[in-house]
Nanobody, 117 residues
Framework: VQLQASGGGLVQAGGSLRLSCVAS????????MGWYRQAAGEQRELVATITRSGSADYRDSVKERFTISRDNANARNTVYLQMNSLKPEDTALYYC??????????WGKGTLVTVSS
């Protein structure tokens, strides 16, 4: 299984970005896809997760601003993160994550989001 993320970039505070991550490979059963982020000098933190059936969860600081969604059609599992009202403190490397049935975890390479003030 491989995860390929895209969509990062530079945006002014208050702007929006949409991240995408495609999971290629074969996996079965329930799974959870999500986004984590890591700012310079900080630990990686959970941003949002979404189950295969669409149940989503967010860290408090992004609620009402970020929306996670996924597309499971045609066995092409894609997760999105719509980020609105971006703040400088959202600046980080954003990582796509997949946890499959049995607990095995996969990570994509980070995509950089930079929010200027």
């Amino acid at each position: 299984v491989q995860l390929q993320a895209s969509g990062g970039g530079l945006v002014q505070a208050g702007g929006s970005l949409r991240l995408s991550c495609v999971a290629s490979g074969t996996f079965f059963g329930e799974n959870v896809m999500g986004w984590y982020r890591q700012a310079a000098g900080e630990q990686r933190e959970l941003v949002a997760t979404i189950t295969r059936s669409g149940s989503a969860d967010y860290r408090d600081s992004v609620k009402e601003r970020f929306t996670i969604s996924r597309d499971n059609a045609n066995a092409r599992n894609t997760v999105y993160l719509q980020m609105n009202s971006l703040k400088p403190e959202d600046t980080a490397l954003y990582y796509c994550n997949l946890v499959v049935w049995g607990g095995r975890t996969y990570w994509g390479k980070g995509t950089l989001v930079t929010v200027s003030s």
